[in-house]
């Protein structure tokens, strides 16, 4: 076949001339082809027509390999492609688009402009190359390091609250410890530190990502970088009290083993507890006690060495005095401190300028100066300061009379004198006057 009769044909084409070759063949009727091909019948009859005077071609539609007419003139691409190769050289085709409306006022959309350039060869594709990342072996024991985070996700898909799931797995032997929160934040992050380090230990290290809860947003301030310090969330300065490393990752990736953790979790924790109708934290958490056991049985593995890192709490250590909330706060000339918007009375004495503040994980608060405990209550409405009423005299008041010779005696009687031209006085009407 010679290279002008061929004809290229979409699938959608190729399909509308199967059936009209079947109407033509007497095969089925225009009725029915209308209803195969979605047509109406007039469209249908139309395309019998054309096929009839110029073949199969007929069913190609006319404005096929025509140029658009909403097309942009050729003086005017040749335009733009010349200013972009003089001026524009190495900018990218989104922002050489923002410069030639700007600066000469011609209006041509990025993704065009892209287009034009590959076509002329101004601009090449540029793939992101993706980042070389090592594989990291496994640390040989258990209690070595530790990978937390939470996992923000529809856990109860629609039928409870949402929470977040925040989740422990041992380097080592992808041992997992979980628990379920109202939010990420440290009240929780403690709260479940503690009751993995009851069960397991305390961890050599503790591998975070850099949310605010884990690492501090704020700025070292001047004895920060004299003292060669860094700002600690309450949470990272919880652990170094502890003795706990804090690692934190610098990506999604380098953490790698408890994401996976939490991709496996969305899928097959979600749907356990949707076969069980779970619907609150407290059904969850009470679930997961069953359900982490089962887990970690089928997917730990045994670590290279035998040896547990993994550092018991000492006998009588009080873990809440180290997981808690530590807040400076300044005691005020009347023994009072400031804390949430409420106000606590210092019962003893001292002469302290200020008191720390511990918030604990059960709500309660304790005050301590120089480790010494504070006695304090609430002040649970506060005195309300009257207004020193300051005693006013009554005053009578009088009618003041200016005297005669007052200016405003003077602007009184200022008309007359202008217009009689003399220097007019009142006369004085008190006694013994001349």
Avoid at 140 to 157: C, K, L, N, T, Y
Wanted: aromatic residues 8%; contains cysteine.
């Amino acid at each position: 076949m010679a290279e002008g009769d061929m004809i290229m044909a979409r699938p959608k084409e190729l399909k509308r001339l199967h059936v009209i070759r079947k109407v033509l063949e007497k095969g089925i009727k225009q009725v029915k082809a209308a209803e195969i091909l979605g047509l109406s019948r007039r469209q249908v009859r139309r395309i019998v027509k054309r096929v009839k005077l110029e073949g199969d071609k007929g069913v190609v539609h006319k404005s096929r390999g025509q140029p658009s007419k909403r097309r942009i003139p050729e003086e005017i691409k040749d335009k733009i492609l010349g200013l972009y190769r003089l001026q524009y050289g190495d900018f990218g085709p989104t922002l050489a688009s923002e410069k030639l409306e700007e600066r000469e006022n011609l209006r041509v959309s990025d993704e065009t402009l892209r287009l034009w350039l590959l076509e002329s060869g101004d601009w090449e594709k540029r793939r992101k190359t993706r980042g070389h990342r090592r594989w990291r072996e496994r640390k040989p024991h258990r209690g070595e390091m530790v990978q937390m985070d939470g996992s923000h996700h529809d856990w109860f898909e629609g039928r409870g609250p949402e929470c977040v799931l925040m989740g422990y797995i041992d380097d080592a032997t992808s041992k997992v410890f979980a628990r379920f929160y109202d939010y990420e934040g440290t009240m929780p992050a403690m709260d479940s530190f503690k009751r993995y380090s009851r069960k397991y230990g305390l961890p050599s290290r503790l591998y975070l990502d850099r949310h605010t809860t884990y690492k501090s947003p704020a700025k070292a301030s001047v004895e920060d970088v004299l003292n060669e310090e860094v700002p600690l969330s309450e949470f990272e300065r919880a652990l170094k009290e502890l003795g706990v490393e804090v690692i934190h990752a610098m990506s999604p990736q380098a953490k790698g083993r408890v994401e996976r953790l939490f991709k496996t979790l969305q899928d097959r924790l979600v749907k356990e507890m949707r076969l069980r109708g779970i619907q609150t934290i407290e059904e969850a958490n009470a679930f997961l006690k069953q359900y982490l056991p089962v887990y970690n049985r089928r997917f730990s593995v045994l670590p290279r060495e035998r040896e547990d890192l993994h550092r018991p709490l000492p006998k009588g250590f009080n873990l809440d005095a180290v997981l808690c909330i530590k807040t400076e706060r300044r005691l005020r000339n009347d023994f009072t401190v400031a804390h949430n918007n409420k106000l606590y009375q210092i019962e003893d004495r001292t002469r302290a300028s200020k008191v720390m503040v511990h918030e604990y994980m059960n709500g309660s608060l304790r005050m301590t100066y120089r480790d010494q405990s504070l006695r304090f209550k609430e002040i649970m409405t506060r005195p309300v300061k009257k207004r020193q009423e300051t005693q006013i005299k009554e005053r009578t008041k009088r009618r003041y009379r200016p005297s005669p010779e007052h200016p405003w005696k003077g602007f009184r009687f200022g008309r007359l004198r202008h217009r009689t031209g003399s220097d007019f006085r009142p006369q004085d009407t008190t006694e013994g006057a001349p």
